[in-house]
């Protein structure tokens, strides 16, 4: 079985599945009515924050980061807290674009191939140097290229006592010999 979120492995989540035809039917009769299906909590409707929070209920969130201690190499598993702490993040809500769900379909399996993210970078970042950022591109043009984006900007650290390495989610120009950024 492909590696999903846990919730999204639940009865419940088969249950109330937009591909279960029941699904309808099952509110109606247990919700109430024509509105039933209002009754289901739809995290596409949330803030670029709240959605990265949502995500970070099982993720890790920012506060939830901060007050549990961990920095360095012990935060590189809390990705919503690395995300938020990438100048990409913004200085307020954040931007759609840069969301957990605006890279990964949480109903499906992480893809592991670092090309499939590079339109996702190239959503706000210019391609080439002659474009200036600004409007809805204010990202940079990367010197390096345009194609395994993720490589460079969201290396892999490997995490000794988890015996793998995870794509570190504190989008940054990562310099040989820097120490890791809390």
């Known amino acids: 079985m492909p ?11 088969r249950r109330f599945s937009p591909t279960n035809s029941s ?11 024509e509105h039933a299906p209002d009754v289901i909590f739809n995290p596409g409707k ?3 924050a709240d959605s990265v929070d949502f995500c970070g209920a099982c993720h890790g969130t ?37 969301t957990c769900v605006a890279c990964h379909d949480p109903h499906g399996a992480v893809v592991q191939e670092p090309s499939f993210y590079d339109a996702k970078c190239l959503n706000c ?17 990367c010197p390096v290229g345009t194609r395994d984006c993720v490589s460079c900007h ?25 120490p890791l950024l809390n």
Request: aromatic residues 8%.
């Open 3 to 13: 590696r999903v979120c846990q919730w999204e492995q639940s009865s419940v989540s």
């Open 23 to 33: 699904r309808t039917d099952f509110l109606r009769t247990t919700a109430g009515g």
């Open 46 to 48: 949330l803030s670029p």
């Open 62 to 98: 920012w506060p939830g980061t901060v007050r549990a201690g961990l920095n360095g190499l012990f935060s590189i598993r809390q990705q919503p807290y690395r995300l938020q702490n990438s100048k990409c993040w913004g200085k307020s809500q954040g931007d759609a674009r840069i």
């Open 125 to 141: 970042h210019v391609a080439t140097p002659s474009v200036k950022p600004g409007g809805d591109h204010p990202g940079a043009w």
């Open 154 to 178: 969201m290396p892999k650290i490997e995490i000794p006592v988890m015996h793998r390495a995870f794509a570190d989610h504190q989008i940054r120009i990562v310099r040989s010999g820097q």
